[in-house]
């Protein structure tokens, strides 16, 4: 007998194969949470995300009078490499209203957690 063993009787245990149905046989729908995700605020940016934002307004503004294409690949890379090139006095002002934002974030954040408490 060619082959390997024969397993006609075993049941398989993955649970991504199995198949689960209610009474009727059919599946049923996996449940949509996408949009519990939706209502978390995102964290706030860091330093280097408030200068990205900076950059790219400026930089947008710029290509846009020059009628040039704009790519976000090329803009990430410019970017990046100002921000290595910049000094710490520098990208101090980025720092502080990273920290304003950061501390408004958590404060938000708080008073939303009070005010889920005294809801339920």
């Given at each position: 007998m060619k082959g390997g063993n024969s397993r006609t009787g075993s049941k398989s245990t993955d649970s991504?194969?199995?198949v689960k149905k209610n009474g009727g046989g059919v599946t049923k729908p996996a449940r949509n949470t996408a949009w519990f995700h939706?209502?978390?605020t995102p964290p706030p940016?860091?330093?280097f995300l408030v200068f990205l934002r900076d950059f790219v307004r400026k930089q947008f503004n710029?290509?846009?009078h020059d009628n040039k294409p704009l790519s976000a690949a090329i803009m990430a890379k410019a970017a990046c490499?100002?921000?290595?090139?910049?000094?710490d006095a520098e990208k101090a002002s980025y720092a502080?209203?990273?920290q304003r934002l950061k501390t408004a974030y958590y404060e938000n954040h708080v008073l939303?957690?009070?005010?889920?408490a005294l809801n339920m």
């Amino acid at each position: 007998m060619k082959g390997g063993n024969s397993r006609t009787g075993s049941k398989s245990t993955d649970s991504k194969l199995a198949v689960k149905k209610n009474g009727g046989g059919v599946t049923k729908p996996a449940r949509n949470t996408a949009w519990f995700h939706k209502l978390k605020t995102p964290p706030p940016p860091d330093e280097f995300l408030v200068f990205l934002r900076d950059f790219v307004r400026k930089q947008f503004n710029k290509e846009l009078h020059d009628n040039k294409p704009l790519s976000a690949a090329i803009m990430a890379k410019a970017a990046c490499s100002k921000w290595k090139t910049m000094s710490d006095a520098e990208k101090a002002s980025y720092a502080a209203e990273a920290q304003r934002l950061k501390t408004a974030y958590y404060e938000n954040h708080v008073l939303t957690e009070k005010l889920k408490a005294l809801n339920m």
